[in-house]
């Protein structure tokens, strides 16, 4: 009989994704004949903790996401994941530089995967006790309720929060007048390079002020900077999304914080919410067309590309390097340049125009996603993960 797979959930992430992703996980690897237990941690953690150390010879490997394992100890001040020894995985969704806490820990089957190549250089290189990281993205994801392209309710749709960059900035008010500066010049620079990643930035900066830092120091400044990544985020987004407007096509937004930007007070403009992942997944598969924003992501895609594919939902997304390889543009999605968004505006107009057009790079992008970027699809990999250099972790 094969060994279990065990699924943690230690935190609740944006909208409870994780927990969707979990779903997804389990029902991929039961497909694929592997037992599976899941430990919501949320109620009862001692305990429940305790009884997985007593059977963990019956688990093959365990996943978390965003984890808070690696800080969690035991009464006596064992660290859990030094007592578990048992593969596990830490499933990062965002950049590693919030998980410096966690990554700064050095534990014997520890490993971590991440959604974005360069997450995984800078791991690599900035925490280089962690021997084993790996990149793969999150699979795409189809709602509970399909829809035809004739059944789509929706024309454009952003999903995302916001949360407005004056807040933001009265925040960095606040911090020391050295570190206010940082931040300051390292969002400054990326402004003027939608290319540059954020660490590339730092080691700019402090190539420019003669610093010379180890990389433990490094990554524990570079997580200090955590504000310049937060600002961006919510800059870009808010551009991206006044330009989409500008196309003048019924446009939903579902969010948290939006109703606080003035400009997107109009006629044809909706704003609602946030909602539950299931719900916004059934909202995307309702759209006709979604755009998405993934700043700060130059090496991998969000989730929403692949899940908009999933749901024959034309997906506008930035014209990163990667992007540019992963998806054929104007084929299966529409890649726009996130420093000229007059174009994007157009591109969303014209699309509207023609319904046919959109129908067909859906039907190529449904492939394609079928084909290669399934939870069943990554559940094989994190299988072969498992076994790394032809030895177990």
Request: hydrophobic fraction near 40%; include cysteine.
């Amino acid at each position: 009989m094969k060994k279990t797979v065990l699924l943690f959930e230690s935190r609740d992430l944006c909208y409870e994704s994780n927990q969707y992703f979990m779903g997804c996980l389990e029902e991929a690897f039961e497909e694929l004949g592997y037992p599976v237990e899941s430990c919501d941690l949320s109620i009862g953690m001692e305990e429940k903790l305790e009884r997985i150390l007593e059977r963990q010879a019956n688990y093959l490997a365990a996943f978390d996401f965003n984890s808070l394992l690696p800080r969690l100890e035991l009464e006596d001040g064992t660290p859990y994941l030094k007592a578990f020894s048992v593969p596990f995985f830490n499933y990062l969704v965002d950049h590693p530089l919030y998980h410096h806490v966690g990554l700064k820990r050095e534990f014997p089957f520890y490993a971590v995967i991440c959604i974005d190549q360069c997450h995984k250089r800078y791991i690599e290189r900035y925490y280089p006790h962690i021997e084993h990281v790996f990149y793969l993205p999150l699979g795409g994801m189809e709602a509970a309720s399909e829809r035809s392209f004739d059944q789509k309710r929706l024309e454009l749709l952003f999903l995302g929060t916001y949360e407005p960059e004056e807040k933001l900035y009265r925040e960095l008010d606040e911090y020391p007048k050295a570190l206010r500066h940082e931040v300051a010049s390292l969002i400054e620079m990326m402004q003027a390079d939608h290319e540059l990643t954020q660490e590339a930035a730092l080691e700019q900066y402090l190539d420019e002020h003669n610093e010379n830092l180890c990389p433990k120091a490094f990554a524990k400044r570079l997580n200090g900077d955590y504000l310049a990544d937060k600002y961006l985020r919510n800059l870009r987004r808010k551009e991206t999304l006044l330009a989409a407007a500008e196309a003048e096509v019924p446009f939903t937004i579902a969010g948290h914080g939006w109703e606080s930007v003035e400009e997107l007070n109009r006629r044809h403009i909706t704003i609602q919410k946030g909602v539950g992942f299931a719900a916004s997944l059934q909202l995307m598969a309702n759209a006709k067309m979604l755009v998405n924003t993934t700043p700060g992501f130059h090496g991998g895609l969000h989730d929403r590309v692949y899940s908009a594919m999933m749901n024959h939902t034309l997906c506008f997304t930035e014209a990163s390097q990667f992007a540019k390889q992963a998806l054929s543009d104007g084929e299966e999605a529409v890649l726009y340049d996130s420093r000229h968004l007059d174009a994007l505006s157009e591109k969303i107009r014209i699309l509207y125009e023609h319904p046919n057009e959109i129908q067909m790079m859906t039907d190529q992008a449904f492939l394609k996603a079928k084909e290669q970027h399934t939870w069943q699809k990554r559940a094989e990999e994190m299988l072969l993960f498992m076994d790394c250099n032809g030895h177990k972790l």
